[in-house]
């Protein structure tokens, strides 16, 4: 019998399913190891000797390698089906070089999308694993382990912040930068004046053929008082423009449609494609329903265009099959393997609705719609303007109607399209109002940014990569870098200080152009166009001397006053950053070592339904993480990570939890 390993538990079955008997599928649940935290600076990398890494097990997967050991001592031959990306790549080389693999029996497939073509035709196709690929992941992670690490230690020895980061910092500079800009920025006074008719308006626009700005209201009366009440048609403009379709989705644009569409975080978007990839269950079948979701392409298959391509003359006629749209390729774009598309152009959003909760049929309808729009002829548009002149000001009014709605015919629910019709009209008539309106405005800076423009922004500079927005996302959030307010990002003072710092001693590596140039580095070791061990050399020849500048001179942030003295020697007491989070102690120390206990409120949550006379009470750990635990302990050992309901598990009498917004058995699987 030959092994099949692949990343997720959830995909198993369905693939096991598809390949039959002679095969048996099991999961390294993600990745087994990881770099160590031993060595110089606790980096697991011996920069010595070339950044040869130190791998060890990652925790609570030594059990999973014994397993994954004895399955491959009974098998023919293994198979490492990880994900088709450079993290997938690197996963199944730890896989190899962990367990022992001969070169001989091994393969390594690689498929798109979890339905049974792909599946078969992918273990018809097998190759070896890609070095180069390797290599780059590893030397991003390293990469990523230096920065991060010693910046990190940096930030929360000398500032309020916690960590720091070759694209999460960069980040953050983006939001500073921007929230810099709006401070600094200056309004500037202008005017509009409109005159109203009965089905449509107009704005004015020039005088004596001159474009006119309006800056103040005296401008405003003067040109009103040379206004009258009649305007005469001098020029009505018809053209029939097309209304360009969409390209399919990548990683970045699904982020952003679904954040402005549905008001989803990129992480929760991220989690629910998962989902769709690995497989759902449909009437009599397992099946992934859309391809892989990590990717930069826009790049379709060709089995599912011409399938698309004939759906489409079948359900909405042959005038409305279009053609394969070409994008031009940016820089820094991988191209590894398609766009999000549906598995299959037939298996429509209501036909599946059944089988898929509210916000999964959301995001399968989005991506199922934009691949089929994409493959659509585009819209036309009848676009009119007319202009209008009263006492040589002209007034300018436009319009459009779509005369064919192309793509919009599947798509219209997801975008803005709509039509401004103006009456029929013709040179030289006359028109009447008795209405002409004067509006004040200000200028506007640039917005701040939502998660979906940031994602965007980066996408655009060449900072990260599609698995990385939203885990960078996330941590700005989690390190309290940043606050969301009506899905805008503001920085907080930590924020600010953090990239202040990080700009004052490393404005030459903290920045956009050399984190994008690092990602086509990267890039370059993949395609075996450049030495990784040079690149990671050079980088450190030039980041550590930084470092030690840094830790030498930077200035280390004064501990906050609580307002308190000490009562052992009367210096005032302050803040102060510990190993398990912040406490209270004398700022004279260490000649005074006084440290305030903190008294904790005991915070019930409900009447403890194992031993029956307790309360269940939130708690803390050492390290400030909550917990709830009954206060009977250690008489009773009743204990929970997720907020208890005060209810027992019917099927195995445990506590009842909520967690994601569900009830759950916090030991079988029991949900309600």
């Known amino acids: 019998m030959d ?12 693939i096991g399913n598809y390949l039959g008997k002679n095969y048996k599928v099991v999961s390294s649940k993600g990745h087994i190891r990881d770099l160590a935290t031993s060595g110089k600076f606790g980096l ?9 890494p130190k791998y060890i097990p990652i925790s609570g997967k030594k059990k999973i390698i014994s397993d994954l050991k004895k399955e491959v001592s009974a098998c023919d031959k293994v198979y490492l089906a990880t994900d088709p990306d450079r993290e997938g790549e690197a996963i199944s080389w730890h896989l190899y070089d962990t367990l022992g693999l001969h070169k001989d029996k091994y393969d390594r497939v690689i498929f798109n999308e979890i339905t049974e073509p792909a599946i078969k035709d992918a273990f018809l196709h097998p190759r070896k694993i890609d070095d180069a690929l390797v290599k780059s992941q590893e030397t991003r992670r390293i990469l990523d382990r230096i920065i991060g690490f010693r910046l990190s230690k940096l930030m929360q020895s000398k500032t309020g912040g916690k960590s720091a980061g070759r694209v999460q910092s960069v980040a953050l500079k983006l939001i500073v930068d921007r929230e810099r800009e709006i401070l600094a920025f200056v309004p500037e006074e202008y005017w509009k004046i409109t005159a109203n008719f009965s089905s449509f308006t107009s704005e004015l626009e020039k005088y004596n053929n001159e474009k006119l700005e309006i800056k103040n209201e005296d401008e405003v009366n003067e040109i009103l008082s040379k206004l009258g009440k009649e305007f005469i048609v001098t020029s009505i403009d018809k053209k029939e423009t097309a209304k360009k379709g969409v390209m399919p989705f990548t990683t970045s644009t699904l982020q952003q449609s679904c954040a402005n569409k549905y008001n989803f975080s990129a992480t929760k978007t991220m989690s629910i494609a998962q989902k769709l990839y690995e497989g759902k269950d449909l009437d009599n079948e397992t099946v992934g329903i859309i391809t892989y979701m990590r990717t930069d392409s826009t790049r379709l298959s060709d089995l599912f265009i011409k399938d698309t391509l004939e759906y489409i003359k079948n359900e909405y006629g042959s005038q409305y099959v279009g053609s394969v749209k070409v994008s031009k390729k940016k820089e820094n774009v991988q191209d590894a393997h398609e766009a999000i598309r549906p598995t299959s152009i037939k298996r429509t959003p209501d036909s599946i609705k059944k089988y898929l909760t509210p916000d999964e049929y959301k995001l399968y309808s989005i991506i199922y719609f934009r691949a ?25 009014s436009t319009g459009q109607i779509i005369t064919f709605d192309g793509f919009l015919k599947v798509y219209k629910d997801f975008t803005s399209s709509e039509d401004t019709i103006l009456p029929d009209l013709k040179e030289n008539d006359i028109l009447t109002t008795d209405n002409i309106e004067s509006d004040q405005h200000f200028t506007k800076p640039a917005p701040r940014y939502t998660e979906a423009s940031l994602i965007k922004e980066m996408e655009t500079l060449g900072i990260g990569r599609p698995s990385t927005y939203a885990k960078t ?18 920085p907080t003072d930590i924020g600010i200080e953090t990239t202040d710092k990080l700009q004052e001693f490393f404005s030459n590596i903290i920045n956009v152009k050399y984190t994008a140039n690092m990602e086509s580095d990267l890039d370059k070791i993949a395609d075996n166009d450049l030495d990784n061990i040079k690149l990671l050399k050079k980088f450190y020849n030039d980041f550590e001397p930084l470092v030690e500048n840094a830790f030498d001179k930077m200035e280390k942030k004064a501990p906050s006053k609580t307002g308190e003295l000490c009562p052992e020697c009367g210096s005032d007491l302050v803040i102060r950053k510990g190993k398990y989070g912040e406490f209270t102690a004398c700022s004279n120390y260490p000649e005074c070592k006084f440290i305030k206990k903190e008294e904790q409120k005991e915070v019930e949550i409900c009447d403890c339904p194992i ?62």
């Open 3 to 14: 092994l099949v390993i692949v990343e997720s538990p959830s995909k198993t079955k369905t």
């Open 611 to 672: 031993c029956k006379t307790g309360k269940i009470i939130e708690r803390k750990t050492r390290k400030n993480k909550i917990f709830y635990g009954c206060n009977n302990f250690p008489k009773c050992k009743c204990a929970t990570w997720d907020m208890p309901t005060g209810k027992l598990c019917p099927e195995c009498n445990s506590l009842l939890v909520t967690k994601n917004n569900k009830i759950k058995c916090s030991s079988c699987d029991y949900e309600e």
């Open 372 to 396: 089929l729009a994409s493959l659509m002829k585009d819209a036309k548009v009848l676009k009119t303007t007319i202009m209008l002149n009263n006492n040589d000001y002209m007034f300018k």
């Open 473 to 490: 996302m996330e941590t700005l959030k989690e390190r309290a870098y940043v606050k969301v307010e009506d899905k805008k990002f503001f």
């Open 44 to 52: 697991g990398v011996d920069v010595e000797n070339d950044f040869a």
